[in-house]
């Protein structure tokens, strides 16, 4: 079962990288112009823990621009991706900008990169819409425990759970739920065309298993790896990406749910640390 | 343990800066000496089922904090009501302090306590939460236990897990089973058995909730006219914030799509007394949180230093 998801969910990623490449919401061109992908949620947040030299993992990393924009500022990266197309065009971004000697892609899904990287790491980073194609977050906690160093650092910037629980019908007077906010390892199976960088895009494989996850479901297996919780932050507002028609976007380029742009979270941020012992 | 009780409130200093405003405080503890009478009442409380030797704790916090208590484990409960619960941990052998700000309920607890024998290892306060510290001083326990619609009373959460921290010793435990923050956020969906998200999401610790009483969530019936509720939203964030803040150790974290008491009367309760949402197919919905759970430590490296210095034992032990 869970490789049939798996295998839906890879050609699904395969073809979205082509289109990712080309479109405004990616701005490769303004990547290799010199701007950072990272917003400034995650520049703030896990910036001042990454500097000259931190080594610094990150997991589902797509195509690797973020990944990038981090061995910009110094560190020495590695980005993992299940999709052989993603890694492939991160490997090339990262030698026409010149990063190739700091920055290595891997092939594998979350689940066995264990198996294909044998280093650990100063900082394990992962961010936006990336729990959603994971059905076992106890196995990604154990992957993430594994490729922290004694002291290392965890974060994931994520949205929020509640920003995929509210109903397209949603109105700001009636916030209908039309999702769940946790679904007991069940995943949900999407058969739409269009993609999130692409409303527009006609898709060959269109067919998706996705998972939502509760804070409980996200946090608990982390701590029951030992690691610490330094701070979870919840944010009104959140990148761009989302193609809820009740999400519109402010004056900095963040969305956030109309009507309720101060008392909705649409965020969520997780800093964790693995203790010396 | 006896009818003067040198720590009652009117004689305790009352802190200046106290973040509930008076008329909320003053509307709050109306309620809770009205309520105080009809919950004793209540089947919700069976407190006759109490006094024939049950416990009020759901196996849920049993399971979940019953390992740390012991026999003499020395346990405080915040925001105790009329303290059955608390008596329900001196039953499993700790020893217990009940705090709460309503007169009426601090009068019942002792009164439950001297009835069922348990006086001699149960104490009760009656204090605001945020003077906890002018009342219980320096002492420190082995767990810290709160339970079931005490943070929504709250505006500041960052004191309150100061005062959380203050009284654990190093080593000690907190531990909290609380209504989940999207089910406090959630109303009824008008004309139907469904929800929608109607509350505030994000803490405005300078806005409360001011409603109505419409009776209570342990009787929907009874009579509470002219009785005013002021309550404060809460979120993840801002609880994990204040005790991590405090210095504490989060341990677990887990979720429920089950919640103690019914928000409206077309919930459906199982045969362990947990409410759930319909699915409106005649079973339950599972989609939800309407419930959670967290413990979390004071780490003992107080301890350890102090043990270092030649001037307590092992770390968890008490100088």
């Not at chain 1, 973020?66 to 991160?90: I, M, P, Q, Y």
């Not at chain 1, 993609?195 to 494989?205: N, Q, T, V």
């Not at chain 2, 959380?164 to 989940?180: D, K, N, Q, S, T």
Request: glycine share 10%.
């Amino acid at each position: 079962m869970l490789d049939d998801y798996l295998k839906a969910n890879l050609a699904s990623w395969d073809e979205a990288v082509g289109l990712h490449v080309g479109s405004e919401l990616y701005d490769v061109a303004g990547f290799k112009a010199g701007k950072t992908s990272l917003s400034d949620i995650e520049l703030s947040e896990l910036g001042p823990f990454v500097g000259e030299g931190t080594t610094l993992l990150h997991l589902q990393c797509h195509f690797g621009l973020d990944t990038l924009s981090w061995a910009r500022r110094g560190a020495v990266v590695t980005g993992a991706d299940f999709s052989g197309e993603a890694v492939r065009t991160a490997r090339a971004l990262a030698d026409e900008v010149g990063l190739p000697a700091r920055a290595t892609f891997v092939q594998s899904d979350v689940e066995h990169l264990p198996d294909a990287l044998p280093t650990r790491f100063d900082v394990v980073f992962t961010s936006w819409g990336v729990l959603l194609w994971l059905g076992d977050l106890e196995r990604w906690a154990e992957v993430v425990d594994h490729f922290l160093e004694p002291g290392g650092t965890f974060y994931i910037a994520e949205f929020h759970p509640y920003a995929f629980l509210l109903a397209e019908d949603t109105t700001p007077d009636a916030l209908r739920i039309g999702y769940p906010y946790f679904m007991h390892g069940v995943p949900q199976r999407f058969d739409e065309d269009g993609d999130y960088a692409d409303a527009e895009a006609k898709l060959e494989h269109t067919v998706t298993f996705e998972w939502l996850h509760g804070f409980a479901e996200i946090v608990d297996p982390l701590l029951r790896r030992g690691l610490r919780l330094d701070f979870l932050h919840e944010l009104p507002f959140t990148v761009p990406g989302l193609p809820f028609p009740f999400l519109e976007t402010d004056d900095r380029g963040m969305l956030r749910l109309k009507g309720h742009h101060e008392d909705f979270p649409l965020t969520f941020t997780l800093k964790m640390t693995k203790e010396t012992r | 343990m006896g009818d003067r009780d040198p720590t009652d409130r009117r004689s305790g200093p009352r802190d200046p800066a106290d973040p509930i405003p008076p008329e909320a405080r003053a509307a709050n503890l109306a309620l809770w000496n009205r309520w105080t009478r009809i919950h004793e009442k209540s089947a919700f409380y069976d407190v006759e089922g109490f006094k024939a030797g049950g416990s009020s704790l759901w196996p849920l916090e049993r399971d979940e904090l019953g390992p740390f208590v012991h026999e003499g484990t020395s346990l405080l409960h915040l925001q105790c009501h009329f303290g059955l619960d608390t008596l329900s941990w001196a039953r499993l052998g700790a020893d217990v302090v009940g705090l709460d700000f309503s007169d009426e309920a601090v009068g019942l607890a002792r009164r439950l306590a001297a009835e069922t024998g348990l006086a001699g290892r149960a104490e009760f306060v009656c204090a605001d939460l945020y003077d906890a510290g002018a009342h219980l001083g320096g002492r420190r326990f082995d767990v810290v236990f709160v339970s079931w619609g005490a943070i929504e009373w709250l505006p500041d959460l960052e004191r309150w897990a100061g005062i959380i921290a203050r009284h654990l010793r190093p080593g000690g435990v907190f531990y909290l089973a609380e209504i989940h923050p999207l089910y406090s956020a959630l109303d009824e969906v008008p004309g139907e058995h469904d929800v929608r998200v109607r509350y505030r999401l994000v803490p405005a610790p300078d806005q409360p909730d001011v409603e109505a009483v419409e009776g209570s969530y342990a009787d929907r019936d009874a009579d509470t006219t002219g009785l005013t509720w002021y309550g404060w939203a809460h979120s993840f964030a801002e609880i994990l914030g204040a005790l991590t803040g405090a210095g504490l150790r989060l341990e677990h974290l887990h979720e429920f799509p089950t919640a103690p008491a019914p928000a409206w009367d077309w919930m459906v309760q199982d045969e362990d007394r947990w409410w759930w949402l319909p699915d409106g197919r005649g079973g339950r919905r599972k989609d939800l949180p309407l419930s959670f759970s967290l413990r979390a430590s004071k780490p003992a490296d107080e301890a350890r230093r102090a043990g270092a210095a030649g001037t307590t034992g092992p770390a968890g032990q008490e100088a």
